[in-house]
């Protein structure tokens, strides 16, 4: 049996104890392990297992999706608070500066601490190039072709290179990938390389049908037709149940939920799936 728990999301569950706020975080367990995929933005992730009796001490690693706060700046709460685990998986380029530019104002949308951070509390960062098996069945992905031209970056992405202020491509982002029975269920934060960019590279490296994809898809700014082509190329991978969370779009959602062929659901703060 394998447990994903959503410990962090945008939005509220039926449990009223728990906190919600920008930013993603899931709990996966089970005969692969324990990992954390993502650490929300703050010490309320911690609170969050606290409260549903979770524990996040001694996991066998945590995989941060890419560097924006809302997805990785709860790391150090969780390292200062002594959790977590002493491996780290990020993908290249993960201490770069990231911003949000208006055309006038840079807001640091960055993950709060650096490498010498993870020297301190003695971490050992593992960078992700392409794939990495990190345990039987369980992947990380990383390094996604733009093949399809309207999944684009909004411009307002930046990030500050020894070159100055440049389009953020997000090269750090990736994806935490579960082969179960032949068919693979991918594990995304904000997809900002675009949903089908990161689905389709997984499929064509593993070579098996997706079975489920859950977490930010990042279809929040999307119109209709983008959202039912995107629909319709990720059910012909074998796509039979999409679990929202966090950047996906209230409109995204509501048009999947039309589409009788696919079990959707959105993982709020406390929501759990359960994988036999």
């Known amino acids: 049996m394998i447990r994903i728990t959503a410990l962090m999301d945008n939005r509220a569950s039926e449990n009223k104890m728990l906190i919600n706020e920008h930013g993603l975080s899931y709990l996966l367990e089970g005969e692969n392990g324990r990992y954390l995929f ?5 010490e309320h992730t911690i609170q969050n297992a606290h409260r549903l009796g979770l524990s996040l001490k001694d996991l066998d690693g945590v995989i941060l999706s890419h560097s924006h706060y809302d997805h ?5 709460d969780l390292i200062e608070a002594g959790l977590g685990s002493r491996v780290l998986y990020t993908g290249p380029c993960f201490f770069e500066k990231k911003f949000a530019f208006d055309g006038v104002r840079y807001t640091d949308l ?10 301190e509390y003695g971490i050992e960062r593992r960078e992700t190039i392409g794939i990495k098996e990190i345990a039987t069945g369980l992947y990380v992905v990383s390094g ?6 309207f999944e684009t970056i909004p411009k307002r992405f930046v990030k500050q290179t020894a070159e100055g ?45 997706v079975a489920a994809v859950y977490g930010g898809t990042h279809l929040v700014e999307a119109d209709h037709e983008r959202v039912e082509k995107t629909l319709e190329i990720l059910r012909s991978m074998g796509m039979e149940t999409c679990g929202f969370s966090h950047c996906s779009g209230d409109s995204a959602e509501e048009i999947a939920c039309g589409h009788k062929e696919i079990a959707t659901c959105h993982l709020a703060a406390g929501d759990s799936i359960f994988l036999n």
């Open 165 to 209: 202020f440049v389009t953020d491509d997000f090269t750090d982002e990736q994806c935490l990938v579960l082969e179960r029975d032949g068919r693979l269920i991918i594990l995304v934060g904000c997809s900002h390389p675009g949903i089908l960019n990161m689905v389709c590279e997984v499929h064509r490296i593993l070579g098996k049908p």
């Open 72 to 76: 990785a700046a709860g790391y150090r």
């Open 38 to 42: 993502d650490c929300g933005g703050s």
């Open 144 to 149: 996604f072709p733009r093949i399809h031209e």
């Open 110 to 119: 960055s993950a709060g601490f650096d490498e010498a951070f993870l020297s």
